[in-house]
Each structure stands twice: as structure tokens, then as C-alpha cells.
């Protein structure tokens, strides 16, 4: 009888373990996503500033030439 349970209880613990592992797993495929667009927005966000500071130096050339 006891081994029954002891069985039982080890299947319940391993049915444990392996759901908690996938819900990590898949925490970590969202994470990596989620890093992957953070990334992008910051490669975009770094360009717009890149845009301004172009922008900026061709009109203070503009503005130095029209003088």
C-alpha cells in the first residue's frame, strides 16, 4: 500500500516539475521577444536622433553659407 502512495506522490511531484518548467520555457521565449523588440525600438529611436543631429548640422551649414 505504501509503495502505491509513495508512487503516486512521485508522480504528482514530477507532473509539478515538468508544468513549472514549461511555464519557464516559455517566460524565456516571450522574454526573448519581448528583448528582441526593445532592441528594434532602440535601433529606431537611435536613427530618429541620428535624423535630428543631421538635420540640425545641414541647416547650421545653411545657415553659415547664407551668411
Do not use: C, P, W
Request: charged residues 25%.
Amino acid at each position: 500500500m505504501s509503495f502505491i502512495i509513495s508512487t503516486t506522490n512521485l508522480m504528482i511531484a514530477l507532473l509539478i516539475s515538468l508544468v513549472f518548467n514549461l511555464l519557464f520555457l516559455y517566460r524565456m521565449r516571450v522574454q526573448k521577444k519581448y528583448i528582441k523588440e526593445l532592441h528594434k525600438f532602440h535601433a529606431k529611436k537611435i536613427g530618429i536622433v541620428n535624423m535630428r543631429e543631421k538635420i540640425r548640422e545641414f541647416l547650421d551649414e545653411g545657415v553659415n553659407n547664407h551668411e
